[in-house]
């Protein structure tokens, strides 16, 4: 059951999806092998032996500077033709899903996307998923290999579990059509500490906000404790916070350590995005609100005093 795993980087380091996706992996063959692909990316490598990669595959040339997915698409086809790998498993995000569909177009092979778990099954994989508004977990196969999966972000923590780490520089050779696109420039929100997905702790607002204004304290509790705001899917379509913070069925899925919901009411299409989190706390008004009943600790109360004076006693204790 050979593995590879993609790793997509930001910068200088590894994204926390990606090597979410090597533990669960290595948990499963300790063979697993990893592949970073990109300009300047071989610095990378000793980070994904880290997470129990067996082999770091490294594709770095300048013609793969640009997050495109295309020349991506070459790379691995030809990696997974020359290995024999069977199985290419993906961490949720744009590029990937871009990646993952080229690839099943490429090598004529079964994709299963938005999975939340894998496991073993006799040597063959089988993978999980929701079906029905989140509310049911099936069972997913593949009929031929290789086999690719796409899981939703914050279905798998990392974990540093240190592998064999061999490096293998791989040659790059581009299709004459992975070069027609050409990046011309690229945006970035411009956002203060981590991401959603990637903070270990989430302050969430709701509609019980009031207003957009309300996400002011929401962001001053986050700044104290190191964290960062996210949002409901009201909140959004209200445009009262952008749509990068947005937890739910329709956002994203997060695993936090801590996870502060604010004013939400907990509906079943929210609940799904956060429901992993380690540990949930919740400030509703509404003792009857959904979401005490599958939070760990809850406060009924006004928010709008509540929020300020958490934030005061954890600036003091941090004093």
Not at 31 to 60: H, N, P, Q
Not at 233 to 253: C, H, I, L, M
């Amino acid at each position: 059951m050979s593995t590879l795993v993609f790793l997509e980087h930001n910068g200088s380091s590894i994204q926390k999806g990606s090597l979410g996706v090597l533990t669960k992996a290595v948990s499963l063959d300790p063979s697993t092998a990893a592949v970073l692909i990109g300009s300047g990316v071989a610095g990378l490598a000793a980070d994904a032996a880290k997470y129990g990669a067996a082999t770091v595959y490294i594709a770095d040339d300048a013609s793969l500077a640009a997050p495109l997915p295309q020349p991506r698409v070459d790379v691995i086809a030809a990696l997974v033709r020359d290995k024999g790998i069977g199985n290419v498993l993906f961490g949720a995000s744009v590029l990937a899903a871009d990646i993952a569909g080229g690839l099943a177009a490429r090598l004529d092979a079964g994709l299963n996307w938005d999975m939340v778990d894998i496991a073993s099954d006799g040597g063959e994989l089988v993978g999980k998923r929701t079906a029905l508004a989140d509310s049911v977990y099936v069972d997913v196969a593949w009929t031929s290999e290789p086999r690719l999966g796409l899981f939703r972000s914050g279905s798998f923590d990392p974990v540093e579990t240190a592998g064999a780490g061999a490096v293998e520089n791989i040659g790059v050779a581009l299709e004459d059509f992975s070069s027609k696109a050409v990046m011309v420039d690229q945006a970035h929100e411009e956002q203060s500490g981590p991401s959603i997905e990637e903070a270990d702790i989430l302050v969430a607002g709701g509609r019980g906000l009031g207003a957009p204004e309300g996400f002011g304290i929401l962001e001053e509790l986050a700044s104290a404790l190191g964290g960062a705001v996210a949002s409901t899917r009201a909140v959004v379509d209200s445009g009262w916070y952008p749509y990068a913070t947005q937890v739910g069925q329709t956002g994203k899925s997060v695993s936090p350590k801590l996870y502060i919901g604010c004013g939400i009411s907990g509906a079943i299409q929210h609940k799904v995005g956060m429901q992993s989190s380690q540990t949930i706390v919740s400030i509703n008004k509404d003792g009857s609100a959904p979401i005490f009943d599958f939070s760990d600790f809850g406060v009924v109360g006004d928010l709008h005093a509540i929020v300020p004076a958490l934030t005061a006693l954890v600036k003091e204790r941090k004093a």
